[in-house]
């Protein structure tokens, strides 16, 4: 990774593994364009006992996202699993804990995109995605989505929204991501990467 090119950020919140491999497949779209990095990071569980705590560093899968990767980054890739039609809780509560950063304006200004894997075809995909992008408004952020340039978007049997990338996964999580999920992943992974460089040059 080269410290003088622009990072976008990659932050997901993954129960079962679902989330992550669109979270993948976006970073590897950012990182097909040349000068741009991708920065993958995840959020701790939300415990029912609330005496328990995460380990610092989680067991696998991406490191715990900080306050810096927010100041770092050039753009961000927010998912989600879908919870009856809204992001999980455990992202939403690390949403909620940024109000330094929105009042410092740290977002403002970049360009965002959000994704999400449901457990049924109708499960929620649109509303999810919606639900994330709400606070990213407040935060000032620019939202992207999916044109219809991207043909998949008209053949898709599974995920795939003009509001972003989506994964249908099946109830037991272990559908595999279709062709076409994978390609819009990508795609918008592409798309984020070349306009933060486009913002990032500009600045």
Not at 28 to 46: F, K, M, N, Y
Not at 127 to 132: C, I
Request: aromatic share 6%.
């Amino acid at each position: 990774m080269n410290q003088t090119n622009p990072i976008i950020l990659v932050l997901y919140y993954s129960r079962h593994g679902a989330t992550r491999k669109l979270a993948e497949l976006i970073a590897q779209g950012i990182e097909s364009v040349p000068g741009v990095d991708a920065r993958l990071r995840t959020v701790p569980a939300i415990s029912t006992v609330t005496e328990a705590t995460e380990p610092a560093i989680p067991p696998a899968g991406a490191p715990y996202v900080e306050a810096q990767d927010l100041a770092e980054c050039a753009g961000l890739a927010l998912g989600s699993p879908t919870r009856f039609g809204n992001m999980a809780s455990s992202l939403k509560y690390f949403l909620d804990g940024t109000a330094a950063e929105w009042l410092a304006g740290t977002l403002s200004g970049k360009p965002a995109v959000v994704f999400t894997s449901t457990g049924s075809l109708h499960g929620g995909q649109e509303s999810t995605l919606l639900s994330m992008i709400i606070p990213l408004l407040h935060h000032g952020m620019m939202i992207m989505g999916l044109p219809y340039s991207n043909p998949e978007l008209m053949t898709t049997t599974s995920g795939g929204t003009p509001y972003g990338p989506t994964h249908w996964a099946g109830v037991d999580g272990n559908k595999a991501v279709s062709e076409d999920e994978k390609r819009l992943a990508i795609a918008m992974g592409r798309r984020l990467a070349e306009t933060a460089a486009r913002l990032h040059g500009a600045s």
